[in-house]
């Protein structure tokens, strides 16, 4: 991993680490609305669910060595994978708080 040139992709880390968080807790969101959870308890699937990067590292990783990705783009989606894993529990807190409070 090379954090050179990160700066010149910041954009690229911001908007990618957006869709990560929001794009996985939809997915947790909605099944669990589907198989009959409360709001409250789809929101912490939901949040619960972004912080599974160990998939996306395998599949950078696969993509850097076939040579599918740049190793300056790599990086930059490293720091994605990183931001949203450390994200997910805080988040995942926050909401664990609000739901005691309402019960």
């Known amino acids: 991993l090379t954090l050179s040139g990160l700066s010149s992709h910041l ?9 990560a968080i929001i794009s996985k807790f939809i997915g ?13 308890s789809s929101s912490i699937i939901g949040t619960s669910m972004e912080s599974r990067g160990e998939m996306a590292l395998i599949l950078l990783s696969l993509g850097l060595e076939t040579g599918s990705i740049q190793s300056e783009i790599y990086g ?25 409070e309402k019960y």
């Open 11 to 19: 954009w690229l880390i911001v908007a990618f680490t957006f869709l």
């Open 28 to 40: 947790g969101y909605l099944g669990a609305r589907m198989n009959g959870f409360n709001p409250m």
């Open 76 to 100: 930059a989606l490293v720091i994605v994978i990183i931001a949203s894993t450390i994200i997910a529990p805080i988040m995942l807190r926050a909401l664990i708080v609000k739901s005691r």
